[in-house]
Structure formats: structure tokens, C-alpha cells
């Protein structure tokens, strides 16, 4: 959280947030009824959170986990310096 430039960076886990990436697509193999309906709360709980977020005047972006990996820390460095030097 960045609160001088009304700024939050959210770091997400591709599967709990239900992310497109290979990892967040996987389904599970017990208990999938439930697990694919806690995923869809929280999704529907993150846009219910950036919509907030956003009528307060807050900028927000989500970091995946699938960009934190070792060949794309550059690009997800760059992706978030360019998030925070944004003037809104």
C-alpha cells in the first residue's frame, strides 16, 4: 500500500484467485465442488474490492503469481515502477 499516491499492489495466487495461467487453471482433483466455488467467491470478492477501491480514488494493480518467477522479475520490476510512477 502506497497511501501518498493512493496507490495498492495486490499479490495474488494463480490458483486461489483463479487466475487464466496454467497454474490457475488447474482443477482440483478432491473436493472440486467446493474448491471451484471458493474460487468463484473470491473472485467475486477481489472485483468487489477493486470496485471499491477505485470509487475512493484508488489505483490498483495485481501482481500474479506466475510474474514473480525468476525469468520475469525484470518485467514485473519495470510493470511496477511504471504502476507507481503513473500520476492519476
Known amino acids: 500500500m502506497f497511501p501518498s499516491r493512493r496507490k495498492?499492489?495486490?499479490?495474488?495466487?494463480?490458483?486461489?484467485?483463479?487466475?487464466?495461467?496454467?497454474?490457475?487453471a488447474r482443477q482440483p482433483k478432491t473436493n472440486a465442488d467446493y474448491w471451484i466455488?471458493?474460487?468463484?467467491r473470491n473472485q467475486a470478492r477481489d472485483r468487489h474490492?477493486?470496485?471499491?477501491?477505485?470509487?475512493m480514488?484508488?489505483?490498483?494493480t495485481i501482481?500474479?503469481?506466475?510474474q514473480t518467477s525468476m525469468k520475469t522479475q525484470a518485467e514485473l520490476m519495470d510493470s511496477l515502477v511504471r504502476f507507481l510512477e503513473k500520476i492519476q
Open 8 to 24: 495498492i499492489i495486490f499479490v495474488h495466487g494463480c490458483f486461489w484467485h483463479g487466475h487464466d495461467c496454467k497454474r490457475g
Open 37 to 40: 466455488a471458493k474460487i468463484a
Open 49 to 55: 474490492a477493486l470496485a471499491a477501491l477505485d470509487a
Open 57 to 60: 480514488g484508488w489505483s490498483s
Open 63 to 66: 501482481v500474479w503469481e506466475c
